[in-house]
């Protein structure tokens, strides 16, 4: 029944105000949109290819362990972990000086990115399934504000403070200290999401003989069940994998997910580097403001993607691509200018664009999948990101060591949308010409789904 749902801290409402505190905290990170110039600057003095690619790399390495161990650990112990790795990443930024403490700081910050997956499945396993909806909503809304709000501040205390970065490192620290001790307070799961069905009877039925031989048997009879889970997974990832990317429904949007995803963050973390390339002499930068109008009018968009009503299925694949193709374009046009204000309107258009088509995949992905297929699929897709981030960050490195106009490298991350816009375009008209033909020839079917697909044709 739905017993084994009742959590702690009133219902559904305590675990989810928890978790949307630490979300906020935990993304309320001011130093973020000055951390270029923090690591480049007099601060610390270090070049941007000593630090950056690391944090690639290492996201990449962590991702598929953090995956696997999420669900068996039951998520809190990761969410702690993240917590950790965020107050240690900062405590590192502060007061260590030097390549390696940066490198240091920037792979536990890596563990911290990995560990996201915990943050966004913990409250499925707290909560019953009619409030899923609901706390989704609210979780990923905490997130998206904490980082705004980290943003704006930053913008505000150093244009009209002038308060240095190292206070702004500070200040971040405090915030991420604040989501660790949250953190602590979630409540513990009952059991996982994944292993519900198998876990709680063998442990009902072990039960009586654990309290028998105590502990001892307790630890192997828990051994044996993660080693089975994890076999389990393993097995259940392959035959997953292969039924879920076999429809070429899902396969479109997995694979902007992927690339898009890859693109974007491609660009956002190297954005500040081509800020700091471009702004004339003694400009103050807005970085922080930019970045969160460019949360905002992307979580705004996201919204306003929820009340569009287009038919998806037919249509999805196609805005996709041309929306791609204005990412494309205001890539291009940030390497193209020498003026900073066109370059800062360019990112926050890209970043609004998108998440806009970051919420559109999520949601096609979502229908067509079960839940428990959908946290696969999202952690592949972002795997599959990361590996083509590893990729483009290998060749963008390799490249501009011997180039001094660093710019270049948004000319090859521009042509990367280009391939991706071009792509879905192509699949976009496909899609719709033959979904119209069918409309055209099954017309008493197909009527009330496409009702603007027969008269066209």
Request: include cysteine; glycine fraction near 8%.
């Given at each position: 029944?739905d017993?084994?749902?009742?959590?702690c801290?009133?219902?559904?409402?305590?675990?989810?105000?928890?978790?949307?505190?630490?979300?906020?905290f935990?993304?309320m990170?001011?130093?973020?949109?000055?951390?270029t110039?923090?690591?480049?600057?007099?601060?610390k003095?270090?070049?941007?290819?000593?630090v950056?690619?690391?944090l690639?790399?290492?996201?990449?390495?962590?991702?598929?362990?953090?995956l696997?161990?999420?669900?068996?650990?039951?998520?809190?112990?990761?969410?702690?972990l993240?917590?950790?790795?965020?107050?240690t990443?900062?405590?590192?930024?502060?007061?260590?000086s030097?390549?390696?403490a940066?490198?240091?700081?920037?792979?536990?910050?890596?563990?911290?990115?990995?560990?996201?997956?915990?943050?966004?499945t913990?409250i499925?396993?707290?909560?019953q399934?009619?409030?899923?909806?609901?706390v989704?909503?609210?979780?990923?809304?905490a997130?998206?504000?904490?980082?705004a709000?980290?943003?704006?501040?930053?913008?505000?205390?150093?244009s009209?403070?002038?308060?240095?970065?190292?206070?702004?490192?500070?200040?971040?620290?405090?915030?991420?200290s604040?989501a660790?001790?949250?953190?602590l307070?979630?409540?513990?799961?009952?059991?996982?999401?994944?292993i519900?069905?198998?876990?709680?009877?063998?442990?009902?039925?072990?039960?009586?003989?654990?309290?028998?031989s105590?502990?001892?048997?307790y630890?192997?009879?828990?051994?044996?069940?993660?080693?089975?889970?994890?076999?389990?997974?393993?097995t259940r990832?392959?035959?997953?994998?292969?039924q879920?990317?076999?429809?070429?429904a899902v396969?479109?949007?997995?694979?902007?997910?992927?690339?898009?995803?890859?693109?974007?963050?491609?660009?956002?973390s190297?954005v500040?580097?081509l800020?700091?390339?471009?702004?004339?002499h003694?400009?103050?930068?807005?970085?922080?403001?930019?970045d969160?109008i460019?949360t905002?009018?992307?979580?705004a968009?996201?919204?306003a993607?929820?009340?569009?009503?287009?038919?998806?299925?037919?249509w999805?694949?196609?805005?996709?691509?041309?929306?791609?193709?204005?990412?494309?374009?205001a890539?291009?046009?940030?390497?193209?200018?020498d003026?900073?204000?066109?370059s800062?309107?360019c990112?926050?258009?890209?970043?609004t664009?998108?998440?806009?088509?970051?919420?559109?995949?999520?949601?096609?992905?979502?229908?067509?999948?079960?839940?428990?297929?959908?946290?696969?699929?999202?952690?592949i897709?972002i795997?599959?990101?990361?590996v083509?981030?590893?990729?483009?960050?290998?060749?963008?490195?390799?490249?501009?060591?011997?180039?001094?106009h660093?710019?270049?490298q948004?000319?090859?991350?521009a042509?990367?949308?280009?391939?991706?816009?071009?792509?879905?375009?192509?699949r976009?008209?496909?899609?719709?010409?033959?979904m119209k033909?069918?409309?055209?020839?099954n017309?008493?079917?197909?009527?009330?789904?496409?009702?603007?697909?027969?008269h066209?044709?």
């Open positions: 029944g017993s084994r749902y009742t959590p801290c009133a219902g559904w409402v305590g675990p989810t105000v928890l978790l949307c505190v630490y979300g906020f935990s993304m990170r001011p130093i973020e949109p000055f951390l110039e923090f690591f480049t600057g007099p601060y003095n270090l070049t941007a290819t000593q950056y690619p690391v690639t790399y290492f996201s990449l390495v962590f991702l598929i362990p953090v696997l161990v999420t669900d068996l650990l039951r998520y809190k112990p990761v969410i702690v993240q917590g950790l790795s965020y107050v990443a900062f405590l590192l930024v502060l007061l260590g030097g390549i390696r940066a490198q240091v700081a920037l792979f536990s910050y890596s563990i911290a990115m990995a560990a996201d997956v915990a943050y966004f913990y499925y396993s707290v909560v399934p009619s409030y899923y909806q609901r989704t909503s609210y979780v990923r809304g997130n998206l504000l904490g980082y709000v980290g943003a704006l501040l930053a913008q505000i205390l150093q009209l403070g002038g308060v240095s970065l190292y206070c702004l490192a500070f200040v971040t620290l405090i915030s991420v604040i660790l001790i949250t953190s307070l979630l409540p513990m799961p009952k059991t996982s999401l994944f519900k069905e198998n876990y709680s009877v063998q442990q009902r039925n072990a039960d009586e003989d654990a309290d028998k105590e502990s001892q048997y630890i192997w009879v828990w051994s044996v069940t993660a080693a089975r889970h994890i076999g389990r997974m393993f990832l392959v035959l997953d994998c292969k879920c990317y076999s429809s070429v396969l479109f949007f997995c694979i902007w997910a992927a690339t898009g995803r890859c693109g974007f963050y491609q660009v956002a190297y500040q580097l800020w700091l390339y471009i702004q004339p003694n400009f103050t930068a807005y970085n922080g403001g930019v969160g460019g905002l009018s992307g979580a968009a996201t919204v993607v929820g009340h569009m009503s287009l038919e998806w299925s037919v999805g694949e196609l805005l996709l691509g041309v929306l791609t193709f204005l990412i494309a374009g890539v291009f046009l940030m390497d193209l200018t003026n900073i204000w066109i800062y309107t990112y926050i258009l890209s970043k664009i998108y998440m806009q088509l970051a919420t559109i995949c999520s949601f096609q992905i979502a229908k067509t999948l079960s839940r428990k297929r959908y946290a696969l699929v999202f952690g897709n795997f599959m990101g990361m083509l981030q590893s990729v483009l960050t290998a060749i963008v490195v390799s490249h501009c060591a011997n180039n001094p660093f710019s270049f948004f000319v090859i991350y042509s990367f949308f280009v391939a991706v816009s071009l792509l879905l375009t192509v976009g008209v496909y899609t719709v010409l033959h033909r069918a409309a055209a020839g017309q008493a079917e197909r009527a009330t789904n496409l009702p603007e697909g027969s066209d044709l």
